[in-house]
């Protein structure tokens, strides 16, 4: 009796305990890889890395200064809220990051090779790799972290200098580009109500952050009233947003 009792305890905990997973097993868990990552939820990846949704900033560097008074320029902007917050902290759980993104893990992380992660010997020519993390910058950084174009908009000057003479983006995009943020990753929504409350918050988006010097070149999606001809800079440009992030086709 005493003995079918612990066999029935083990069996138990055998279903359902989760599986024993090493340190190498987990590194190379199929989640980490393509095809597996490419339909991940959050919560999966979260299952081991809940420590990049901890609040981890210092509120004092070693040195003495204070977090609360060392802001880069980009967090004087009007749409730059409460404390200094973590690279993941910003992008998917604070209050900013869930009004107008929904950024996922796969978002960004589209799969590493934890065996190989840069070209050996090293090259300066493009070998194809991302490195550890493998985030591309160019297909996902640089979208809400590049320059505006203001030439290409045909505007006299850095937005900086032009906002007074234009005030708004929407001086000119209600009308203009409309079919927008019509991607899995962004709440195109509440990104219109936010911009008519204050151009800041787009120009967040598109030049307020720029970490990079360069413009991305946006997918540029038919919109009602659009001219019929190509301007030439547009000419080479995709008319729909990578597959990937592309929502579900409405049903017919
Ligand atoms: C079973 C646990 C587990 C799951 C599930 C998991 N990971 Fe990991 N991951 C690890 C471990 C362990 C490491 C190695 C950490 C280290 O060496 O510091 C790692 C490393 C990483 C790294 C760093 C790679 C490097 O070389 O520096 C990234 C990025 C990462 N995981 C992202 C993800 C994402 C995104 C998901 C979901 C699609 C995910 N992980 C799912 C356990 C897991
Ligand atoms: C906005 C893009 C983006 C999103 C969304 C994102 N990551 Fe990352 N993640 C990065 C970048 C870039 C790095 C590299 C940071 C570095 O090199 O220090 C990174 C690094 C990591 C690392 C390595 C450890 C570290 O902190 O550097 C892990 C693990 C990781 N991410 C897991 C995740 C998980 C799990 C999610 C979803 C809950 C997620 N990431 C969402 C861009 C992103
Ligand atoms: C879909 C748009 C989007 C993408 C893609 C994106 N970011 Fe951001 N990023 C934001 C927004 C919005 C903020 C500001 C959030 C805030 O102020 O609360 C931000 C803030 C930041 C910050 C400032 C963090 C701080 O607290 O000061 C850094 C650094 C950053 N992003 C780097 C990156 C990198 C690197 C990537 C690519 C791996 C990336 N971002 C991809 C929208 C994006
Ligand atoms: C004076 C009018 C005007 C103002 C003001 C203006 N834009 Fe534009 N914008 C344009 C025109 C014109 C285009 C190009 C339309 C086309 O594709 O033919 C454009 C294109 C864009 C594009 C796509 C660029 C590309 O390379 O495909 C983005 C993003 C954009 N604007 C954002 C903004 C934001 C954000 C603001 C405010 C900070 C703003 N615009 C203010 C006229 C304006
Ligand atoms: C959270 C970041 C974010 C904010 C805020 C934001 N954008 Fe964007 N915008 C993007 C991204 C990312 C894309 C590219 C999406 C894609 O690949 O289709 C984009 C694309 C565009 C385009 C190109 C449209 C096309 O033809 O596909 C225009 C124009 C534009 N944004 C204008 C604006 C205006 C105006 C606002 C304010 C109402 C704004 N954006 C706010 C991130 C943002």
Known sequence: MRIALIALLFAVQAAFAAPETDYQAAI?????FKPAIETATNEQCLACHQE????????????????????????????YDGEQETFHRRH???????????LKCNTCHEGHSSREEAPIPPTSTDAGFTLR??????TTCLKCHGQMDYQQMGLPS???????????CMTCHVAIRTTRHQVNYLNAEAIEKAGQANSDSCY????????????????RHAWPGM???????????????AARFQLPKAAE
């Open 133 to 138: 993390k493998t985030v591309n910058p160019e």
């Open 92 to 102: 998917l759980v604070t209050p900013m990051a869930k009004e107008l993104m929904n």
């Open 52 to 79: 990049i949704l901890e609040k981890s900033v210092k509120s004092e560097s070693p040195a003495g200064v204070k977090a609360s008074e060392a802001l880069a320029w980009y967090q004087t902007l009007s749409v």
């Open 204 to 219: 967040g988006c598109h030049g307020g952050r720029a970490w990079y010097r360069i413009s991305y070149p946006y997918p």
């Open 227 to 241: 001219a019929a001809t190509i301007p030439e800079w547009a000419k080479n440009r995709p008319t729909e947003s």
């Open 28 to 32: 190379w868990h199929p989640l980490h």
């Open 158 to 168: 850095p937005w900086a200098q032009s906002q007074p003479m234009f005030q708004s």
